[in-house]
């Protein structure tokens, strides 16, 4: 009978410490965000011409940038995959993610000048989600 409570006891011991330790590594390995970014009808004609960047950003919930998605002149509506190897910061990432877009000319990230587009979806998504739409919907004047 003790011996059975003590085997008990060590198996949810190394079940707690298998999932402490490995809870942080699985949500890096299996990160994938698929989806499609597009531009709001009346923000067509200030899309910028070629040379133009486009930015995907997936920020933690605490609003840390963890992964990062660069697509350089982009055509819209464009399909993007973020995974594993766009993260930036893999120890920050939470199972929940808000996403932004970004369209510059300029290529720096978190620098808004005159002409660029951004889009935010308002709510947050799984660290795994199919078939998200995020639109490039204001423009920085």
Not at 25 to 31: D, G, R
Not at 80 to 85: D, G
Not at 115 to 133: A, H, M, P, W
């Amino acid at each position: 009978m003790i011996k059975r409570f003590i085997w008990l006891v060590l198996l949810a011991a190394a079940a707690f410490l298998a999932w402490r330790l490995g809870y942080p590594y699985a949500l890096k390995y299996f990160f994938r965000i698929s989806g499609t970014v597009s531009v709001a009808q009346e923000l067509l004609p200030n899309l910028p011409g070629a040379n133009s960047m486009l930015f995907i950003v997936a920020r933690n919930e605490s609003g840390v940038p963890v992964a990062v998605k660069k697509v350089i002149s982009p055509v819209f509506p464009v399909k993007f995959e973020m995974t594993s190897s766009n993260l930036i910061m893999p120890d920050l990432l939470t199972r929940m993610v808000y996403l932004d877009a970004l369209v510059n000319t300029h290529g720096q990230l978190g620098v808004l000048r005159r002409g660029d587009l951004k889009g935010t979806r308002q709510d947050r998504v799984r660290f795994i989600s199919k078939n998200i739409e995020i639109t490039l919907d204001s423009a920085q004047k």
